[in-house]
């Protein structure tokens, strides 16, 4: 069975509303923020202080974030509206180094735009031992509207762990939550939301193939869409859809798979209408209707299972989220130190107590055979007493490197941001190691003066970029640098 990590949500963003989804120990939640017109269009931000209200708004609605302002929930986020383009390819059957470039290559000539403004990414759906053949599916979308969204998720209160279109959402809905169907079948999906038409092609539970039509293309001078208007579209788009199905894969349809938030009746008869295939309703296994969360409830799915899956997170998230790991590892320490200082305090003070009380009852005794055995005792004590006072120096010690850790990532961060530069990565292993640092820029000059900031900080000794170091990727520059701390105290 699925297991699924109960502090990853699933986010869903279309133009119209926020759903989240998360698994509150036993029990699923759904909560939802409508968003006004002109906030997001076709999966872009155009308002970020609207956007950002509207995120804290729908992250106020979770009960366990209640009384932790700074605590960010993390989510793997389903783009609803966005233009993700999805392509599924054929590759012989190869493996190793062969296969990874034989993919790259068909995801070059695959791509709807220069890869350099995109991000995509890429699985293997199956692979036929038989046929030696293998199925790969990829998935594409334009830089901007990812990298424009994740800081404002940052800002709000989440993380994005991963970024996914909400079609492939929808598909692991239907493989791991509906057990009533055959997932050796092929289905077509009709799916009606608030963002438009979308068909998509399901073999073996992946997301082959899709099409979608959004409700602005439908309708028509003052934007309303008549039934009769609805109906042909639907009946259009699935003939097109049922067509290239067959042109492509020889396995008969196990029918139409229909869910809706509205309108599904009416969907269900008009394709009932042109095809002889069973149009089916899906029933899910979550205790509750599902038709308005599937994409949500899909992308929270995916955060129990881990890696293989298509993400377009790209840059931006990852360096949200390594900022956002780093952040947590020296809050952790921050707390932990003080804690173990306080016991190892208590329990000093307890055991100096105790000598004091065993010292006046030798005083007190007078005996030489009693005070021989007693002072023996005293002298262990104090042997204790010596051990808890050097773990009271390490924990000491401790909280000053958390401290002083804290204090390195800021500065470094700062100059970072003062040189346009996008740190991805930075290897702190203590004082007297030297710290790794990689990251991205805009034009090789950024990085230049990233390095001479760091040259310039008395704080920072040994700062090395070799001109190898700085190489171009797509439309940026990655870099790779290191230095060692001089001992300076960091004010």
């Known amino acids: ?10 986010l869903e963003i279309t133009d119209q509303v926020l759903r989240l989804a998360y698994l509150d120990k036993e029990t699923w939640r759904f909560v939802a923020t409508v968003l006004g017109p002109g906030v997001m269009q076709r999966g872009a931000v155009k308002d970020p202080v609207t956007l950002a ?28 509206s966005a233009n993700v383009y999805t392509q599924s390819f054929t ?10 470039k034989a993919i790259d290559l068909n995801v070059q000539m695959s791509s709807p735009d220069d890869l350099a403004k995109s991000y995509f990414g890429s699985r293997v759906l199956a692979s036929d031992a038989g046929a030696m053949r293998i199925q790969i599916a990829s998935a594409f979308i334009e830089r901007s509207v990812v990298d424009d969204l994740i800081p404002i998720l940052f800002e709000a209160g989440f993380v994005a762990i991963d970024v996914e279109s909400r079609a492939i959402s ?4 239907i493989r791991e939550r509906t057990a009533s169907l055959d997932s050796s079948r092929s289905y077509l999906l009709l799916d009606i939301d608030d963002t438009g038409i979308d068909f998509l092609v399901l073999r073996n539970g992946e997301l082959y193939f899709e099409y979608q039509t959004p409700w602005t293309d439908l309708g028509d001078a003052k934007g309303q869409v008549t039934m009769e208007r609805f109906n042909e579209a639907v009946t259009a788009n699935f003939r097109q859809v049922f067509n290239f199905y067959h ?19 009416e969907a269900s008869s008009a394709i009932a209408g042109v095809t002889t295939l069973p149009v089916l309703s899906p029933a899910f296994n979550a205790g509750e209707d599902m038709q308005e969360w599937l994409a949500a409830y899909g992308a929270a799915l995916r955060g129990g299972i881990g890696k293989g899956e298509i993400s377009l997170s790209g840059d931006v998230a990852a360096d949200a989220y390594h900022k956002q790991q780093t952040i947590a590892f020296l809050d952790f320490w921050s707390v932990l130190v003080p804690v173990t200082l306080g016991i190892l305090v208590a329990t000093l003070a307890l055991a100096y107590n105790f000598l004091g009380g065993i010292t006046n009852e030798v005083v007190a005794s007078g005996a030489p055979g009693g005070q021989g055995k007693l002072m023996s005792q005293i002298a262990a004590l104090q042997a204790s007493s010596t051990a808890f006072n050097n773990d009271v120096s390490l924990a ?8 002083k850790s804290h204090d390195i990532f800021d500065r470094l961060d700062t100059m970072a941001a003062s040189s346009s530069v996008t740190l991805s990565r930075v290897t702190f292993q203590g004082a007297s190691a030297p710290v790794f640092v ?8 950024d990085i230049v003066q990233f390095r001479d900031y760091l040259t310039a900080d008395p704080a920072f000794t040994g700062v090395n970029l070799p001109l190898s170091a700085i190489q171009p990727s797509g439309s940026m520059y990655s870099f790779s640098l290191t230095f060692s701390l001089s001992g300076h105290v960091i004010p």
Do not use: C, N, Y
Not at 1 to 10: A, E, N, Q, R, W
Not at 91 to 100: A, I, T, V
Not at 396 to 403: K, T
Not at 438 to 445: F, H, L, M, V
């Open 438 to 445: 990689s990251g991205i820029a805009s034009t090789a000059d």
């Open 247 to 265: 042109q492509r894969w020889q396995e008969e349809l196990g029918g139409v798979l229909v869910v809706a938030v509205a309108f599904g009746k």
């Open 91 to 100: 590759l012989p059957l190869l493996q190793g180094e062969e296969l990874k």
């Open 396 to 403: 000491l010690a401790a909280q000053f490197s958390a401290d």
């Open 1 to 10: 069975m699925l297991h699924v990590t109960s502090d990853v949500g699933g």
């Open 53 to 80: 209200r509207a995120l804290q708004e729908l992250r106020s609605q979770v009960p366990f974030l209640h009384g932790h302002p700074g605590r960010k929930m993390t989510v793997v986020v389903s783009l609803g």
């Open 170 to 173: 929808l598909a692991r809905t």
